[in-house]
């Protein structure tokens, strides 16, 4: 690596990585080929992670570069994960768009009223209530 700043970087991608792995989420670190910049970390199939450990936040530009990056890696969402200083990586910013924040509500909601409508409910709620638990 060639410069403190790409060894930042990379340093908080791998401990957003780990941050969600230790809480039971599929998140990897894409092979970075050069061609097409398909984000940082990589959340459950769904969402394609730009980490930034910087001190100057420039939201508008990463989170309209985490939504290329997204559709570069066929990926339904794009997201930020900002650094805040002296804090934990779990308690880093998440930022996105109304649009895709809507977006994945829409379909969390959606999912919710299959489940709510079948026999899975109790084992749903029962998992979310392991997973809570799990992650306080």
């Not at 061609?35 to 394609?48: R, T």
């Not at 997201?79 to 895709?100: I, P």
Request: glycine content about 6%.
């Amino acid at each position: 690596m060639s410069s403190a700043n790409k060894r930042k970087g990379t340093r908080f991608e791998s401990a957003v990585r780990n941050w969600l792995l230790d809480r039971r989420s599929k998140a990897w670190r894409p092979a970075q080929t050069g061609h097409k910049d398909e984000g940082d970390v990589h959340l459950d199939n769904m969402v394609a992670l730009q980490c930034k450990d910087a001190t100057q936040q420039r939201y508008s530009q990463w989170v309209d570069d985490a939504n290329d990056q997204a559709v570069n890696a066929g990926l339904p969402y794009g997201a930020v994960v900002h650094k805040k200083r002296g804090r934990s990586v779990g308690e880093s910013l998440v930022v996105m768009d109304l649009d895709t924040f809507h977006s994945m509500q829409r379909r969390l909601r959606v999912a919710e009223d299959f489940l709510w409508a079948s026999n899975a409910r109790t084992a749903y709620e029962a998992t979310i209530a392991e997973i809570e638990g799990a992650d306080a």
